[in-house]
């Protein structure tokens, strides 16, 4: 991390998991652990808890963000959200991008790009997954891969606009499998995505940019991840369900 330059940021990513008064439950118990955190704490939860946690992080340090929106701003799109839905509640995160909704739900680099679009248009700040398979590692394709998809997300994303984007580099092959990056292949990955943004926005955007990372990072490897130059916080899975776990990393991040 270099606080100098740019904001850590710890952000969890519930996936579909807890159900409103488990989420209740979860952020009280999280609430008074941060408290003092001097890194951006956000959470990003199921649509059907954004309301409960809301209302709970009232008074906090706690942001709320949502895992996904839609990128038109209403019509026929059946189980879909847009992004001035989730504006209008109070919400100011957007996960976009994520592997999972890239390998399950047909998400391509062109329809990331739209939604990060329509987050923006709508005041969101988005943070944008990109990361590689661990066929593509193993082919040697990694710098390839997260500068396409970079790059395409980013399309038509002023340098105004890059101020209100996070970029979590996760590596497909590292999330919820129990393997990591280590802090070194982390740490060079986050820099060559920091190299791209350069050549896109000038290196004083790109310094200013926080940079995730995002597969597997724990209680017990986050210090050392977080200590890494272009690590600039993380994109926390299973870890953000357990307030101390999660707290932990918040701590490593603040120091």
């Not at 193993?138 to 395409?152: F, R, S, Y």
Request: proline share 2%; charged share 25%.
């Amino acid at each position: 991390m270099n606080k100098a330059k740019r904001q850590a940021v710890i952000a969890g990513n519930w996936k579909m998991n807890k159900t409103r008064p488990e989420a209740k439950a979860l952020i009280e118990e999280l609430k008074p652990l941060v408290k003092d955190a001097d890194c951006g704490v956000v959470i990003c939860v199921p649509y059907t808890n954004l309301e409960t946690a809301l209302e709970a992080v009232k008074g906090s340090n706690i942001k709320v963000g949502a895992e996904n929106c839609h990128w038109a701003k209403s019509g026929a799109f059946t189980g879909e959200i847009s992004a001035d839905m989730l504006a209008e509640m109070g919400v100011e995160y957007v996960v976009i991008g994520h592997s999972e909704r890239r390998q399950y739900f047909g998400e391509t680099d062109q329809t990331v790009n739209k939604r990060v679009r329509a987050a923006l248009d709508a005041g969101l700040r988005v943070i944008l997954c990109v990361g590689e398979l661990l066929e593509q590692r193993e082919q040697g394709i990694t710098e390839e891969i997260c500068a396409m998809q970079t790059k395409v997300a980013l399309g038509g994303v002023t340098k105004e606009e890059l101020s209100r984007i996070i970029i979590a580099y996760e590596p497909v092959w590292a999330i919820g499998t129990g393997k990591t990056a280590t802090a070194e292949q982390a740490d060079e990955v986050n820099g060559f995505i920091r190299g791209v943004v350069a050549k896109l926005y000038g290196e004083e955007a790109a310094q200013a940019l926080t940079v995730q990372y995002g597969g597997s990072m724990n209680a017990k490897n986050a210090e050392e991840l977080l200590g890494k130059e272009h690590v600039d916080g993380g994109l926390i899975g299973g870890a953000s369900l357990k307030a101390e776990d999660f707290s932990v990393i918040v701590k490593a991040a603040s120091r």
